[in-house]
């Protein structure tokens, strides 16, 4: 017995001493990981052409080339006309004045508004549906659980409270069976109670 509990301690303290080698080399890896000066240091062109290709990204060269392909094959895409709203419009903000930026800033507001407000509306459609369809069938369980509830089926209520009954009483006499003493006085008395 002790020759196994000895083996089962050493087999704990070398998981132990696996463990802890384990976390080292793992401290170790992600301490190298952050060492972004002794990587630089290493190898100094991998970390040029990182910050290189970090900077053209930031500076959006891929979606400027893609533009000039884009441009190259398909042409220059043609300009806004002057004139893109019908004159009704044209008036009305001709009377908000004459600063460009107060126009703007009261046209996007009113169109955030009412981009809201459709939201709304849009948002209220489905829900609208999924009551229309699901009314019915609530209003149907509802009736069914009342009848349910309502109902009394004194035939199954009954006999499940003769059953319950009967088996009471199984058990009462079972009881009663095994406290009785042996009629024969050199018998053993029961045991199982």
Do not use: N
């Not at 990981?33 to 002794?38: G, R, T």
């Not at 549906?129 to 309502?150: H, N, Q, T, W």
């Amino acid at each position: 017995m002790a020759s196994d509990t000895d083996a089962a301690r050493d087999r704990v303290i070398a998981a132990r001493a696996d463990v802890d080698e384990q976390v080292h080399l793992l401290r170790a890896s992600a301490r190298a990981a952050v060492d972004i000066p002794a990587k630089v240091r290493r190898s100094p062109v991998k970390a040029a052409a990182v910050a290189g290709g970090i900077g053209l990204v930031a500076a959006r060269a891929p979606q400027r080339a893609f533009g000039a392909v884009r441009r190259a094959v398909r042409g220059e895409q043609k300009s806004w006309p002057e004139r893109l709203l019908p004159d009704e419009i044209e008036k009305t903000l001709r009377r908000l004045g004459s600063d460009g930026d107060k126009v703007r800033g009261a046209l996007e507001r009113d169109f955030a508004e009412y981009a809201k407000r459709s939201q709304k509306d849009r948002q209220a459609v489905p829900r609208m549906l999924l009551l229309a369809l699901a009314r019915p069938m609530l209003s149907r369980g509802a009736k069914a659980a009342a009848e349910f509830l309502i109902s009394s089926k004194d035939e199954g209520m009954t006999t499940r409270l003769a059953d319950v009954r009967e088996r009471a009483q199984a058990q009462v006499e079972k009881r009663r069976g095994a406290r009785t003493p042996p009629p024969d006085g050199d018998a053993e008395p029961p045991t199982g109670i």
